[in-house]
């Protein structure tokens, strides 16, 4: 299957069905745990998707009838974010934590006598930590995580 036609595939509550998959890695999870979760009305509709995910050959369904991950492909949503052993993390996230770590570091270690070179590395930092905040918290409200 190429990526072009996984990414057409693979969006709505199709990739809600396989973030969660992936976030649970090594665990296989079952049609009325997936519907359950994320909140699906009924376990058919969680069924359809996994089924779904089965027939691109990203998910298998095992003996017992659960599910679990294949082959993690990087599309859409899911090139936003990096996996830290079960934990799906935003990229912007490792960038936010740097910058604002990198600005506590300058506003502690170097005094603060609010001259023209002080305010404007202070008003740098602030800016581009609240916006890299912001795009964390956007990628991973938007992800449904």
Do not use: D
């Amino acid at each position: 299957m190429t990526e072009g036609n996984t990414e057409y595939q693979l969006k709505g509550k199709t990739a809600q069905v396989y973030m969660l998959l992936i976030k649970h890695t090594g665990m296989p999870i079952g049609v009325r745990e997936v519907q359950r979760v994320l909140g699906f009305s009924s376990p058919s509709i969680a069924h359809y998707h996994l089924e779904k995910l089965v027939s691109m050959g990203l998910v298998k369904r095992t003996e017992r009838g659960e599910y679990e991950v294949v082959e993690v492909v990087k599309v859409g949503m899911l090139k936003n974010f990096v996996k830290i052993g079960r934990l799906l993390m935003p990229r912007y996230a490792f960038y936010s934590v740097l910058l604002t770590t990198m600005l506590l570091v300058y506003v502690l270690l170097y005094p603060q006598n609010f001259s023209s070179h002080n305010i404007v590395a202070l008003i740098f930092g602030l800016v581009g930590c609240i916006i890299l905040w912001y795009e964390t918290f956007r990628v991973w409200k938007e992800s449904g995580l």
